[in-house]
């Protein structure tokens, strides 16, 4: 009645769990740390032509390896180019392969875990079997080959970790999924009659997201590792465009002559994948209904 | 529980004959001639190469050469490699001590680094030590491997000059020097695993201190650390052990930059050579059996867990 | 951990130096840039594979520091007429096994070149039709045609003996456990990480040996390999990077040995391959020497190599006895290069994509050559790949440009024929001129180096016309070793000869 719904207490709306999620996530505090880095370094990597001092591939012949020093903050490396310059351009190969790769993946991995979990069955079984076939190979083994055979560069690379990366996806959300169905308002949705494909999408899916986005994150910081592995090996970015871990690759001539070469690249890449860890686990954290 | 056994260990065959199909397919689409690089500075030779080609049965369709080596798998034949001539299973055998011996001193890293670390963060969770304890376990998981590699052989070996930066001396050989070469490249390994084992220590001895047990001796009064040790430590293991098997797979089959950084002849480093000399049997041979063992150690972590968690159901 | 493991050796050392003992107990531990493939002298293409031979396999005959064929496992020969060559052996010489050295061994370990299944070696001696046993010291060579270059090849791989017994019973697996008849036995070897030999008692050169073991290790990271010498853990590294030359110099454990080396590196253009020759610079010759004239070669040696290779425009390198000093390559000049790529008819810039293997100092040098020929108009594109791919992509004309190198021969013919003649084996771009063909065969004709040179030259100024090649830099050995190695033979070969080696204590 009015009169009654007049004169009881107010009662706190609840939030909605995304609410309480992020709320949650601002308050982790090493969170937010992994947060600043990531931010720090996607807007490095967008405004690197405004913030590099010189062009990363402009040689210099008779300013090679040169110390740290005022002109050169980071040195010069063994073509006599501003190394601070290629560090700062380097993140764009790094990050746009932490990312599109982490995409690719999950494009790949999602649907299949998705329609494996749903579905069940021979559908389950064909798609875990071929899952666990492909974690059974070493992942660099699988990354490599498919590098090799597609061509070394980024565009390539990206392919091949975001190929490579995809089981994991499938796994995730393969999990995520079967939990989800045990759901009563899942039950319910089928009951009254909609199409498989429909509740899929509109009432499983996004509840499977959360982890998704926590191993999204946690994948963008493998990812980039997976980059900088395979243009240490040769097959990533062609040169003269820098990439951490070519960087890395030709540091290792000069490992006592020019250590600063790959001392720089190096920290780079750790600080990166150190913010995505952060961001990561402070995700997970906050999205746990345990609250550990 | 028999037939869940039954029923995994008939699914290791499928999973095999799976990956020996995708390497076997990604090897063709591979560029690259494996007559080129076996003929070395003779690759000038059309004719040579034409005649390593069809030795080497480079010409006949693909699904043939795939059911000769399949044939010769079945038969316990894993073939030979191009590049040495030397079997397959001989080079196995002789690198996959060495990786082992790696993986394995990587675990123990992983372990005396992790587990405490776990423990501490906690037992002492919110606090500095927290934050100490997950900055050592992150710095593990975020750092490269071939970069702390290059940087350990820099710092270590080229500035104070403690440890060798390469030259692997088997255990049985001269114990002293084999694990002066193998210290650094375990130590890098196991810094990655460090850190995840870390995470589930954590979380598994949260949800232990929080069971009613720990309540119980904690109003009984006993001091703190008994409490942690005796009764936490035990249950909070169980986890870590279980997922500890399954990193050691993964350390076997992904060594793969570390021993390349070190020069460690290791299974990593052959595999990976492998590639770049498109040197096909050695690259079957080897991913066949790490993805074996791969396969079993899950196995056999499964059923520990099934062991050890009854109320667990397959599926 | 080393300095303990030092202190306990040098103390042993001490110890044992005091006593009188016998010809000390050495081991030479040699680094090598890789590892070797199968060691077996008929089936093994590998550079660094001839290095582990000179310990182990003596050769028919070998080359002095001049690169003057001189006896081994031969003592001498000469032609009967240009269509048999007589070999004269030396007698009382065993295989390690103990089989006898003689005719009979020297046809078969021929047979086995030109027949055995698997063969590298069949074009570098098919010019033998028949080998026949005069006595067991004397073998006679029918040969099909005169053919110069067939000594030479007699002290290289092919010329390497092998025992006969054990090759027959051991047919391909020869290479797991090889018998030869070299100053070392074969011990043992564990791929990728070393090869070890044991003195051989019953070499006919015993003298000239003073080590009892030998032990080549591959490491192919150059800094780590650089380490292991500067630390002691290594005795001589076949090859020291020219960057870590100067760390080499400084050091007062250690000293160097350098020698010019027949090999060179150079950018080849497809001008007759497949589909991708029809490229701009594919199809000028002025284009391609505008690409000429816009590169420094001295700068470039300068940036990658310290300076210590030298420039070349040919095929043989300065200290070859076929280098025509004549034919120097150009100074930069950009003004002139910009003119031939206005004349060649092509818009600048010309876009010219280039194959690299991505090893790091061949990388390098492309970057800097990208830089150089910007200014004359050129847009360079680089794709680096591994190894074998770029060999498969040449192979199969798949390229505009490459940027390969070759680890040169003595002679020559060897460095120049296949490359530059229709249809040769390393005549990546399909080069295809009926004037340098004639120039090549007539080449082979002749057996002085006056008579050669003379129509090199003709041959150098034909090329430099269509310029199908550049030729950059040719290579040095440079080699790292111990101060009290003493008796080190530099060839320009590069190989390691351990006859009259020694450790001075």
Redesign the interface.
Known sequence: MSTAAALAPALPVPDSPARVAARRLLAHRSAMVGLALCVLFVAVAAAAPLISPVSPIA?D?SA?RQAPSWAHWMGTD???RDELARVIFGARASLLAGVVSVLIAAAIGVPAGLAAGFARGMTDTLLSRIVDAMLAIPFLVLAIALA?FL??NLRNAMIAIGVTTAPIFMRVARGATMDVMTYDYIEAARAVGNPAWRVAVRHVMPNIFPPILVQGTLSIATSIIAEASLSFL??GE???TPAWGSML??A??????APWLAIFPGAAIFLTVLGFNLLGDGLRDALDPRGI | MRGYLGSRIAQILPTLFLVSIIVFGLQQL?????A??????????????AQ?RN?LMLNRPVPVQYLHWLDNVLHGNLGY?W????PVMQ?VE?KLPVTAQLSVMAFLFAVVIGVPMGILSAVKRNTAWDWLANGIGLFGLSIPTFWLGIVM?LVV??WL????????VPLTQNW??SL?TTVMPAFVLGNAIAAILMRHTRSAMLVALGQDYVRTARAKGLSEWVVVLRHALRNALIPVVTLGALQLGALLSGAVLTEQ?F?V?GIG??VV?AV???DYPVIQGVVLVTALLYVLLNLITDLLYFLINPRMHAG | ???I?FAASAAAFLLLGAAPRPAAAQTLRIGLRE?P??L?PT?????VGRIVFAGMCDKLFDYDTKLDIVPQLATGYEYKDPTHLILHLRPGVTFQDGEKFDAAAVKYTLMRDLTM??T?????IDAISAIDVIDPLTVELVLKSPDSPLLAQLAGRPGIMVAPEVAEKEG??F??HPVCAGPFSFVKR????EIVLQRFPGYWNAKAIHFDQVVY?P??????R???LQ?G?LDLVEYI?P?DVP?VEKDPKLKLAMSWSPGYDGITFNVGKGPMAKSPIGESADLRKAFDLAIDRK?LI???YNGLYPAIAQANPPGSPFYIPSVQPPARNIPEAQKLVAASGFKAPVTVTMIVP?S??I??A???V??MVKPAGFDL?????????S???A?AGDFQSYLIGW?GRADADGNMY??LHTG???NWGGYSDPVVNKLLDEARLYTSVPERDAVYAKLWARVHEQMPLIYLWGLKNIVGMKKELMGFRQVPDGIIRIQGMSMAN
């Open positions: 040689t012949w090679i063994e073509l006599g090799a061509g070394p040769g097959l062609q040169p003269p690759n030709a290792q001539q000069f490992l006592t002559q | 591979m560029p690259g001639d494996p080129l690089v076996i003929a070395g500075e003779s690759a000038g030779d059309p004719a040579l190469v390593i030795e490699s590049r040495l001539q030397e080079l002789q052989i070996s080229v000059g403690w440890l060798p930066p390469s030259g692997y002293v020097r002066a950084v020069s002849p480093k052959l050579d770049f000399n498109r | 951990m080393r300095r493991f590892d493939d199968v077996d089936l093994g293409g590998s550079y299944k698997g590298l070696r069949k074009g570098q391909a697996k290479g797991l564990v791929p990728e990480q290790v490491i192919v990271n150059s800094a780590v650089l380490a292991n630390s853990a990077v960057t760390a700068a300068q940036v990658v991505n790091p100092d990388l390098q492309a970057q800097v990208q830089a594109k680089i794709q680096a790949m591994e190894f074998a791919s060999l498969a992509a192979h680890s296949s490359f040769g084996g390393f």
